[in-house]
């Protein structure tokens, strides 16, 4: 039997190495599904108030009717569910809406109300989901990553899909878009804020002396706060500077039996 030995080693790569590319078919769905929506656009959209016949929520082939579609520049639609705001969390801005997609839909009848029929659905239609066109922006044949104005700082606002923990093609939402210049394709450095420390030196609440302290002195085990109460044996001699048979008591019981005496 061949022994092949395996042997720990190390995996260097240059730290100028070029950004990897991202595939169009893991981030395609988050381009053309717009999951954060701006103020504006949510509260002025237009939004499902019934459906045909009696259902209570809609499905592929259904048809739905939207309050206040009088306009046929767009035959195509989403429907999306507004959710909780998200604001700047040093300016308290409301910067837009989580909305999470839930079916593309085609215009039949404009009017108020219009009706519209659903082509594909990720969950069902409810009353109250808002309707926008649909993005009229051609697919992206090709992606370049490249780094983000070196003078540009965000935050992560929330993940998608309510994880906690990011990962590789994971989704977030940070707190800066086309007002600051972000463009497709810039690429940010991720990192975790640390705890703030207090220098205890300069204010004054750490001096230790470590010219004096020594292990070879009760102090230094004791502390300030313990006395030596009696030997349980005999007083040890010159050379036996860390007893074993040393009685310790604090200091506060002292003075509560003598001020009880």
């Not at 022994?3 to 395609?28: F, M």
């Not at 994880?163 to 810039?186: C, F, K, L, Y």
């Amino acid at each position: 039997m061949q022994v092949v030995k395996l042997s720990p080693r190390v995996r260097s790569s240059p730290l100028k190495a070029a950004i990897p590319t991202i595939s169009i078919a893991a981030i395609e769905p988050f381009l053309s599904q717009p999951y954060v929506a701006e103020s504006n656009q949510i509260n002025a959209a237009p939004y499902v108030v019934d459906f045909l016949g009696e259902h209570i929520v809609a499905g592929v082939g259904d048809s739905v009717y939207v309050r206040c579609i009088e306009s046929v520049d767009y035959d195509r639609f989403q429907i999306l569910r507004p959710g909780e705001a998200l604001c700047d969390p040093k300016t308290n801005e409301t910067l837009g809406f989580f909305a999470t997609f839930v079916a593309s839909v085609a215009l039949e009848r404009t009017g108020d109300p219009a009706k519209l029929r659903v082509l594909r659905s990720e969950r069902d239609v409810s009353i109250g989901d808002r309707v926008i066109p649909a993005s009229l922006d051609e697919s992206l044949s090709n992606f370049f990553p490249r780094p983000a104005p070196a003078e540009l700082r965000a935050q992560i606002l929330a993940v998608l899909n309510g994880v906690t923990q990011v990962g590789r093609n994971d989704i977030v939402i940070i707190n800066a878009g086309t007002r600051e210049q972000v463009e497709p394709g810039h690429v940010f450095e991720v990192f975790q804020g640390g705890t703030k420390q207090v220098d205890q030196v300069r204010q004054g609440g750490f001096s230790w002396n470590w010219k004096e302290e020594t292990p070879l002195s009760t102090k230094f085990w004791y502390g300030d706060n313990e006395k030596i109460r009696a030997w349980r044996h005999d007083k040890p001699g010159a050379n036996t500077p860390l007893p074993q048979t040393v009685d310790v008591r604090p200091l506060r019981s002292t003075f509560i039996k003598q001020f009880e005496k």
